[in-house]
């Protein structure tokens, strides 16, 4: 027996005949073995399918052609719509937990057309801002770029721009530059702080730059910078000593702050944050290890998550990871060769990650 509050109708289950309507022209039906697809496509809204083997009932809301919702009565829930479907990035597909997903990689900026939605259509982001460069002379590792992440995003039917940040640069005698900012849907994640050098302060951003590690009759500064609230972390003191190597901080990470630079080395990068939602769990938006002055042979580490190790000795330091937002290695100066420098690390691209069931 089946109604909608005005009209009533009793249903033979099998064969589909309708019986009895109390009144009007009585219920449209459809029975069958098997449920509904978005591609019925029956006559009117109101439409009902009773799979027959299963016993569910379903009733049509929507019949846009080829893409029919249809909600399970039983459960009182949408049962058979048309899922999330978009373009853009690299696009890969994986199963987890026994759901398909749907994966848009941007590793430059882009767009992302979403063509095909339901009532219930969410993504899931993570964006991660383009890293800070190391500084120069006595030079700090710079920043990881801002990391965020959110799932049950609603999106409609439109073309969304994507913005993938790219990694600072490092200039002579300078702080190192800043990451660029990477955004989607009207949301900005921050690039990462530039690291200090001898003649000039750190940057702040996603996550800050190390301080420069200063003699204490040179002046400057040797604190770290701070990082964006929700993004990332500030940067590692500089030490301010006479003697040693003078180590300077490291950048902050996602994950945690930069390390302090002392007297006998550089603070280590900052670690970054592990995401899973590429399918594998990767770590982004790591900090830069902090320089020296020294002659010596230690490196100094950037943290997990592509951030890139200090120079050291008479090496250069090493760039942040490409499309890891990480921040790149402090530059040496270095009395082994007339006091030579010798360059920091640029920052890491940003990424940009959007993922939805299918």
């Avoid at 299963?54 to 846009?64: A, E, L, N, P, R």
């Avoid at 909600?71 to 597909?93: F, K, L, Q, R, Y």
């Avoid at 900052?270 to 938006?285: D, E, F, I, K």
């Amino acid at each position: 027996y089946l109604t909608d509050g005005t009209d009533s109708s009793w249903l033979d289950v099998s064969s589909g005949s309708q019986y009895a309507a109390s009144s009007g022209s009585g219920l449209a039906s459809t029975v069958s073995t098997t449920d509904p697809l978005v591609t019925s496509n029956p006559s009117e809204v109101g439409y009902l399918w009773i799979n027959s083997t299963s016993g569910m009932t379903y009733v049509c809301t929507d019949i846009t052609t080829d893409a029919n919702i249809w909600v399970n009565v039983g459960v009182g829930t949408t049962g058979v719509s048309p899922g999330t479907s978009g373009t853009g990035g690299t696009i890969t597909t994986y199963t987890s937990g026994g759901v398909d997903y749907k994966v848009h990689t941007f590793t430059s900026s882009g767009t992302l057309v979403i063509e095909s939605v339901n009532s219930a259509s969410v993504v899931e982001y993570l964006m991660v801002a383009g890293g800070g460069a190391g500084g120069y002379s006595y030079g700090a590792g710079g920043g990881g770029g801002g990391f965020l992440t959110a799932s049950s995003v609603p999106v409609i039917a439109q073309t969304y721009a994507v913005t993938v940040g790219a990694g600072g640069s490092w200039v002579t005698s300078n702080t190192g530059g800043s990451g660029s900012n990477s955004s989607f849907n009207s949301i900005t994640s921050i690039g990462g702080g530039g690291g200090a050098d001898a003649a000039s302060a750190a940057s702040s951003g996603g996550s800050g730059g190390g301080g420069a590690g200063l003699s204490s009759s040179y002046g400057g500064t040797t604190a770290g910078a701070a990082g964006t609230n929700g993004q990332g972390n500030s940067g590692g003191a500089g030490a301010n000593t006479t003697i040693g190597v003078r180590g300077a901080g490291g950048g902050g990470g996602a994950s945690a702050s930069g390390g302090t630079g002392t007297s006998s080395g550089g603070g280590a990068g900052g670690n970054g944050t592990a995401s899973s939602l590429s399918g594998s769990s990767v770590v982004y938006a790591g900090g830069g290890g902090g320089g020296v002055f020294s002659s010596g042979g230690t490196t100094y580490s950037g943290g997990l998550g592509g951030g890139g190790a200090s120079a050291s000795g008479i090496s250069v330091a090493i760039d942040a990871t490409a499309n890891s937002g990480g921040g790149g290695g402090g530059g040496t100066q270095t009395s082994a060769a007339g006091n030579a420098n010798y360059a920091p690390g640029n920052g890491g691209s940003g990424i940009v990650i959007i993922r939805y069931a299918v």
